[in-house]
């Protein structure tokens, strides 16, 4: 079996999973660090032709993170494409069982039992928590409605205030993102690359939990620890 990932979250679930089956990943796949594959280019802009000749047996990709454009031509190539939609934990462990068994896998994997048990342990929140989650600025963006980090928040006791907008990732200005009044800000380093002196200072007054992007919006072995991490920071900005 020979697959190429478009999706870094899918790249370390396979390669954890079922070693050598990968032979191209994008070159925004981090992980695993010693990752040996061809590079195809973006998750917005993949190298088609590099793609096609790694004669590939399936391309897993997103329908977020990768342009239908892109996937079509991947097709019209006579490539095999699996496109996943992960918008919650439950899907995301549904979606991660689909693409192993399309990858060849014959037993789930034991990460991804570890992952479901860590995160149906969880303990009930003490209490609940409100947020605003910017993932851009230069123009400022949060999470909205319908995202897979939206849930696991909410699942830790975190409830984001634009849960409810009628668009996944709003642009929200600043102004209103303060006069919203949450409890806290949570700030992850990726997409953007949110740290203590670009982020926080733009909220006065308010605590901002700095959070791994890893762990809450990439879906494969990092759920193990996700609650954990995560937890642990939230945590640390609300005393």
């Known amino acids: 079996m020979r697959v190429v990932s478009l999706v870094p979250s899918l790249t370390e679930a396979v390669a954890a999973s079922l070693p050598g089956v990968l032979v191209g990943a994008t070159d925004w796949c981090s992980h695993p660090a010693d990752l040996d594959v061809t590079r195809v280019g973006g998750t917005k802009n993949p ?17 977020e993170e990768n342009r239908a454009p892109d996937l079509d031509a991947l097709r019209a190539a006579g490539l095999e494409v699996l496109v996943t939609e992960v918008r919650s934990l439950p899907q995301a462990f549904g979606e991660l069982a689909r693409v192993l068994h399309a990858c060849g896998a014959v037993r789930r994997p034991r990460w991804l039992d570890e992952a479901e048990a860590a995160w149906a342990d969880l303990p009930e929140p003490r209490r609940r928590t409100t947020a ?9 963006m949060v999470l909205g409605r319908d995202t897979f980090a939206g849930d696991l928040l909410a699942r830790l006791g975190v409830d984001h205030l634009y849960a409810r907008h009628r668009e996944r990732y709003p642009r929200i200005p600043l102004e209103e993102l303060r006069a919203a009044a949450p409890d806290m800000v949570v700030l992850p380093d990726e997409p953007y690359r949110f740290t203590a002196d670009d982020g926080p200072e733009a ?13 809450l919006t990439w879906y494969g072995p990092s759920l193990v620890q996700a609650p954990r991490v995560l937890g642990e920071a939230l945590r640390a900005a609300a005393r």
Do not use: M, Q, S, T
């Open 203 to 215: 909220f006065p007054g308010l605590p901002c939990a700095l959070v791994d992007g890893r762990h």
């Open 47 to 63: 190298k088609v032709e590099r793609i096609v000749d790694l004669a590939p047996d399936l391309v897993v990709a997103n329908e």
């Open 132 to 140: 605003v989650v910017p993932i851009w600025r230069r123009p400022w």
